[in-house]
T-cell receptor
Framework: GDSVTQMEGPVTLSEEAFLTINCTYTATGYPSLFWYVQYPGEGLQLLLKATKADDKGSNKGFEATYRKETTSFHLEKGSVQVSDSAVYFCALSVPGRDDKIIFGKGTRLHILP | ETGVTQSPTHLIKTRGQQVTLRCSSQSGHNTVSWYQQALGQGPQFIFQYYREEENGRGNFPPRFSGLQFPNYSSELNVNALELDDSALYLC??????????FGPGTRLTVT
């Protein structure tokens, strides 16, 4: 079945470091890919998305490129801030009967000042 | 701020009891989905409602049921609570085939 695998955390970085969180997926059809962020005590916020191969999603300095050949959607940011500390979820949705979103297990990110 | 609200914020129930969680969608949204997020895990799809009918269901037993009302509110009902039902329950609303907007969640603890 459809699934998402992302790197396990926690990931701890110093402020201004470069961030990569790896994500790979398995899906039938042509999924849309997402990164969601969950700040402590809050619900999920859509961070960025890409709907077809080679699309690049970007928001708040974060980027991810839909790579069909490697079935990957890695999240990157050039210079992280303390305020980026959160849990990040890679996810997919396959167009069809419902809008089911399949999530990875999440990666907790700690940024040290 | 997504415009999706959930109540209550926290809830404690005893094993075997029944619980109702509520969600208020953005005005105009025609779908509402519910997800269960166990501690340290990603959210798992429970089901979606579209125009007040169940439109898709994940791998959850029938004791998980829902309702969607014309006034953009919805409910998740769980009967015969089990300890493993302890989780954060998220609702998400939107338009079919488009972005889903998540609420802040209800944290349910079953003792």
């Amino acid at each position: 079945g459809d699934s998402v695998t992302q790197m396990e955390g926690p990931v701890t970085l110093s402020e201004e470091a470069f961030l990569t969180i790896n994500c790979t997926y398995t899906a039938t059809g042509y999924p849309s890919l997402f990164w969601y962020v969950q700040y402590p005590g809050e619900g999920l916020q859509l961070l960025l998305k890409a709907t077809k191969a080679d699309d690049k999603g970007s928001n708040k300095g974060f980027e991810a490129t839909y790579r069909k050949e490697t079935t990957s959607f890695h999240l990157e940011k050039g210079s992280v801030q303390v305020s980026d500390s959160a849990v990040y979820f890679c996810a997919l949705s396959v167009p069809g009967r419902d809008d089911k979103i399949i999530f990875g297990k999440g990666t907790r990110l700690h940024i040290l000042p | 701020e997504t415009g999706v609200t959930q109540s209550p914020t926290h809830l404690i129930k005893t094993r075997g009891q029944q619980v109702t969680l509520r969600c208020s969608s953005q005005s105009g949204h025609n779908t509402v989905s519910w997800y269960q997020q166990a501690l340290g895990q990603g959210p798992q799809f429970i089901f979606q409602y579209y125009r007040e009918e169940e439109n898709g269901r994940g791998n959850f037993p029938p004791r998980f049921s829902g309702l969607q009302f014309p006034n953009y509110s919805s409910e998740l009902n769980v009967n015969a609570l089990e300890l493993d039902d302890s989780a954060l329950y998220l609702c998400a609303s939107g338009f079919t085939g488009r972005e889903q907007y998540f609420g802040p969640g209800t944290r349910l603890t079953v003792t």
